[in-house]
C-alpha cells in the first residue's frame, strides 16, 4: 500500500462521533482495536444521504469486543462514527490509504 499510513488512538465516548470523514480519504484499509479490557465499542456509518451523526446514524456493522481488532478495506464513501457501551475506552486507529 503506498498512499501513505495515519495512526492515532481515540477516547471514545458512548455518544456517537466521527472516525474518519470519507472527504478525508481515498479507498484505505483500516485497522481498528479495542485497548479496553471490559467496554464494547460499535463503530458503524450512516447511509442516508446527509451522512451525519444523529438518530439515524444506526448502521452498525462492527462490534468490537474487549482487546478485540478489525482490518477491513473502506471505499471511503460514508464517514465512519464510533461509539461505546459505556464509560471512555481508547481506541487504536491505523488507516492505510491505497495508491491511485
Given at each position: 500500500?503506498?498512499?501513505?499510513?495515519q495512526s492515532?488512538q481515540?477516547?471514545v465516548?458512548?455518544t456517537?462521533?466521527?472516525?474518519?470523514?470519507?472527504?478525508?480519504?481515498t479507498?484505505?484499509y483500516?485497522y481498528?482495536q479495542?485497548?479496553?479490557t471490559?467496554?464494547?465499542?460499535n463503530i458503524?456509518?450512516?447511509?442516508a444521504s446527509d451522512?451525519?451523526?444523529?438518530?439515524?446514524?444506526t448502521?452498525?456493522?462492527?462490534?468490537l469486543g474487549?482487546?478485540?481488532?478489525a482490518?477491513f478495506?473502506?471505499?471511503?464513501?460514508?464517514?465512519?462514527?464510533v461509539?461505546a457501551?459505556?464509560?471512555?475506552?481508547?481506541?487504536?486507529?491505523r488507516?492505510?490509504?491505497?495508491s491511485?
Amino acid at each position: 500500500i503506498s498512499g501513505g499510513a495515519q495512526s492515532f488512538q481515540k477516547q471514545v465516548s458512548d455518544t456517537k462521533s466521527n472516525l474518519l470523514l470519507a472527504a478525508s480519504y481515498t479507498k484505505s484499509y483500516v485497522y481498528l482495536q479495542n485497548l479496553d479490557t471490559s467496554i464494547i465499542i460499535n463503530i458503524g456509518m450512516d447511509t442516508a444521504s446527509d451522512d451525519t451523526v444523529d438518530n439515524d446514524a444506526t448502521d452498525l456493522f462492527i462490534e468490537l469486543g474487549p482487546g478485540e481488532f478489525a482490518f477491513f478495506p473502506w471505499s471511503s464513501t460514508y464517514n465512519l462514527h464510533v461509539d461505546a457501551a459505556s464509560g471512555t475506552p481508547i481506541l487504536e486507529v491505523r488507516i492505510y490509504q491505497a495508491s491511485s
